[in-house]
């Protein structure tokens, strides 16, 4: 038992110190090597807002950059006169037009078998020439394929580039078919065709023109070439100059109390990018040990934190490696999101790392890592203080609208609070810099809508986590209290007063520890599989035996103590073969401490008289709690079953057995491994007085029907 959680923080042997520092020193190395190469400009500024530093003159000579916005306007403009490539195959044409023939002349030998008195044969071959000609002509101007990547290649330009040999002729896009529109020109000169000479020669003719398949017939004959399309387009980017004027050095860029607006935001933006540049090209070694001075104050206040507060985190090497692993995760992300012009940073759902810490954890770590590790991804952004201030604001959103992680429904709640968040805070940074709220970029609210829905991958990783790390997430807690679990439903068949009993102490062992900020959903589920050793044999334990029968008669002592020590034992064996997790397995083998079977040990004292007695025969294996949980549930257990031998039931007496259990508890050592202090045994012994006494109140005798 102690008094001081920090305490337990002190307690790390050198080896597991050195472990730490490993990990720790292990994870700086990498972040510092995910960062940029450029170095970080000295100013913090905001659009909209004064220039709070001195008066800003140009330490050099440097180009004045385009905003993105111009840039995408020039590029736009450009891509649209962007005429792509398609190459033309003449041999195409010639392999339709004989297709052509053949199919025409197959179904005109059909038609003149029956009107072969009728039929002219020069007649014929001039229908078919001038039907000829026309798909020739539509060959010669050239026909694309119809389909989606076509529509998507050739979508915004309103021109093509059709290569014939070594010849390319730009084409308005009007001056070639489509394959739907070559088959709708051809149609309409054979529909003609037919239509005259319907009533003047006869019906066959038309007959034959209509039975045509001009579909099967037409092929496209200009394809896309992609190489050369790439090469033509990235030759036009490259006349795209991303600059517009210079400052010269010296030239007063802006003064002090000036506000930051359009015009000089782009010149300050130039100079910062500028500046980065030589920072990184000049001062490399300089420039990272910098970055790793930030990078270690991050983490040595995460060690201090977890040191002083946080002890277990650091006692355990998986969940050490866990915390570090998270950080890393989304500190590399942020890296590979930066370095990708198309992404947005605000992609990174953050969120997440409170979700998920504080599924394991509480609110208070998840909180302290979300600062710590945003803090970290701010160096390589760009708008670090906006950046910070949205995504922590986001964070605490998440946190404290995520109260159940397994309610599946709160987590969309939380997603589209954190979208809203996201929006609402972005909404009010964008006025302040723009003046307006026309002005604002609105892509970014698709970016936090699709941060909302990556939200959602919390189930997963959560699953993730759990398998790796031996973790236990509330969504699992609350799937295994189902008495409808298979071990449970044994449990109440086969030994249905230990299940009874589990569950009465399920719902004291829940109370106690939600008093004393314990993990009340562990401590119930601990609770309700603690005595499921029992069903081996469950005639031996008072609760499931008969008034009428005790199978104690028959044993010693030593044999009836075994019988009882054993269902720890039995607990655990049966635990693992249904893969309850370890963390509810302590529970099985810490819920009877190192106590004594006291009632069979007295049997055999009295047997044995002055004689030397082994304790060990009737002592509990242990270990002795080790959490508040754990020792909880020891309370609880102990309390309920003692209270069930009540002659009577009084505030008075309940509270009488309370205190004696578990002052003798406490008296045993069996609290002497547990964080948990006098001050929460004080509240739970209240906690159990009175659920007891609610539980075991005085009822109202009714007078008897006569």
């Not at 038992?1 to 700086?28: A, P, Q, Y």
């Not at 060959?139 to 119809?146: P, T």
């Not at 037919?194 to 017939?217: M, N, P, Q, W």
């Not at 799937?479 to 086969?494: F, G, I, K």
Request: glycine share 6%; with cysteine; charged share 20%.
């Amino acid at each position: 038992m102690t008094n001081n959680r920090g305490d337990s923080g002190r307690r790390f042997s050198r080896g597991k110190m050195i472990v730490h520092l490993i990990l720790f020193l292990s994870s700086i190395i990498l972040v510092v090597a995910l960062y940029p190469r450029e170095g970080k400009f000295r100013y913090e500024y905001q659009k909209g807002k004064p220039w709070l530093h001195e008066s800003l003159m140009a330490p050099w000579d440097f180009p004045v950059l385009k905003s993105e916005a111009e840039v995408k306007r020039e590029r736009d403009s450009l891509l649209a006169n962007f005429a792509p490539y398609f190459d033309y195959d003449s041999v195409m044409a010639h392999k339709s037009s004989d297709q052509f023939l053949a199919h025409v002349d197959e179904l005109a030998m059909d038609i003149r078998e029956n009107h072969y008195d009728y039929w002219d044969r020069s007649f014929y071959e001039e229908l078919r020439d001038e039907l000829l000609l026309e798909l020739t002509e539509i060959y010669d101007r050239g026909v694309l394929d119809s389909g989606s990547a076509t529509e998507g290649i050739v979508a915004g330009s309103d021109r093509v580039t059709v290569v014939r040999g070594r010849v390319a002729t730009e084409l308005p896009l009007e001056r070639v078919y489509t394959h739907k529109g070559a088959y709708d020109a051809l149609n309409s000169t054979r529909n003609r065709m037919a239509e005259s000479v319907e009533t003047d020669y006869g019906g066959f003719y038309s007959e034959l023109l209509r039975r045509v398949d001009l579909y099967s017939i037409l092929q496209p004959n200009l394809t896309y070439n992609e190489e050369r399309s790439r090469g033509a387009r990235e030759a036009l980017l490259r006349t795209l100059i991303p600059t517009r004027g210079l400052v010269q050095e010296r030239e007063l860029i802006i003064n002090r109390g000036e506000i930051v607006n359009q015009q000089n935001y782009q010149v300050i933006e130039s100079l910062r990018s500028d500046y980065e540049e030589r920072l990184g090209r000049y001062g490399t070694l300089s420039v990272t040990i910098g970055k790793f001075i930030l990078v270690v104050s991050c983490y040595f206040i995460l060690y201090l934190f977890l040191y002083h507060f946080r002890p277990e985190v650091l006692d355990s090497l998986l969940k050490t490696v866990f915390i570090i692993l998270l950080v890393l995760l989304f500190t590399g992300a942020t890296r590979f999101v930066v370095s990708v012009p198309a992404l947005n940073v605000y992609l990174i759902p953050f969120g997440l790392i409170a979700i998920v810490i504080r599924t394991f954890y509480d609110s208070r770590l998840a909180l302290f890592i979300l600062l710590i590790t945003i803090m970290l991804a701010g160096f390589m952004v760009p708008n670090s203080f906006e950046f910070v201030f949205l995504t922590f604001i986001a964070g605490v959103i998440a946190i404290f609208s995520l109260t159940n992680t397994y309610r599946r429904g709160r987590l969309f709640f939380t997603s589209l609070m954190v979208a809203i968040s996201y929006s609402v805070v972005y909404s009010g940074i964008g006025i302040i810099q723009e003046g307006s709220i026309v002005d604002i970029n609105y892509v970014n609210y698709g970016w936090f809508a699709v941060n909302g829905v990556l939200l959602l991958m919390v189930f997963p990783i959560t699953f993730i986590f759990e398998k790796a790390f031996g973790f236990l997430s509330d969504a699992t807690l609350f799937e295994l209290s189902d008495t409808n679990q298979p071990l449970l439903r044994r449990l109440a068949e086969e030994a249905p007063g230990s299940f009874q009993h589990s569950l009465q102490v399920a719902n004291l062992a829940a109370e106690a520890a939600q008093a004393i900020g314990g993990n009340d959903l562990l401590v119930r589920v601990g609770a309700l599989y603690h005595d499921i050793g029992k069903m081996v044999k469950p005639q031996f334990f008072t609760e499931n035996s008969s008034s009428n029968f005790d199978p104690h008669k028959e044993l010693s002592p030593e044999e009836s103590a075994k019988m009882i020590i054993d269902h720890i034992e039995k607990g655990v064996e049966l635990a693992k073969k249904y893969n309850l997790p370890s963390q509810i397995i302590d529970f099985i083998v810490t819920h009877q401490g190192t106590t004594t079977a006291y009632y069979f040990y007295h049997k055999h004292l009295e047997a044995n008289a002055g004689k030397d007695v082994d304790d060990s025969l009737f002592t509990y294996p242990g270990p002795k709690p080790f959490s508040k949980e754990t020792a909880v549930l020891m309370m609880a257990d102990a309390v309920e079953a003692a209270s069930r031998s009540l002659p009577g039931y009084s505030k008075e007496s309940i509270g009488q057995v309370v205190e004696s259990v578990i002052d003798n508890q406490l008296a045993d050592g069996q609290f002497s491994d547990s964080p948990i202090t006098l001050k929460d045994i004080s509240v739970v012994k209240a906690v159990l007085k009175n659920r007891l006494s609610n539980i075991y109140h005085a009822r109202i005798a009714y007078p008897a029907r006569k």
